[in-house]
């Protein structure tokens, strides 16, 4: 079955940063567009980021834009998500989700923004 363990979240000052990973199994990682959506406290999901199967084609949610960098290792099954210049509207659980498919998400892992 389709299964995503995203870690590196953590408490982190603003202007900070954090490495997010996301290590993927149960399906052809390298076939797949792979995607970073967020969820912030009280608030629904909101897509972050996308990156292409073969790497080559990125893109990223104006609020990001700049400061998040999202990148791949086929070889290894896993995504990531450099997030620099962290603001406290940054605050949230990150999933990392195969082509879009929210259902599929797995725990995430906890981003807090704060002096």
């Known amino acids: 079955r389709v299964q995503t363990v995203e870690s590196g979240g953590g408490l982190v000052q603003p202007g900070g940063s954090l490495r997010l990973s996301c290590a993927a199994s149960?399906?052809?990682?390298?076939?797949?567009?792979m995607d970073w959506f967020r969820q912030a406290p009280g608030k629904g999901l909101e897509w972050v980021s996308q990156?292409?199967?073969?790497?080559?084609?990125?893109y990223y949610a104006d609020p990001v834009k700049g400061r998040f960098t999202i990148s791949r290792d086929n070889a290894k099954n896993t995504l990531y998500l450099q997030m620099n210049s962290l603001k406290t509207e940054d605050t949230a659980v990150y999933y990392c989700?195969?082509?879009?498919?929210?259902?599929?998400r797995g725990q995430g892992t906890q981003v807090t923004v704060s002096s």
């Open positions: 149960g399906f052809i990682f390298s076939s797949y567009s």
């Open positions: 990156i292409n199967p073969d790497a080559s084609t990125t």
């Open positions: 989700v195969r082509a879009t498919m929210v259902d599929e």
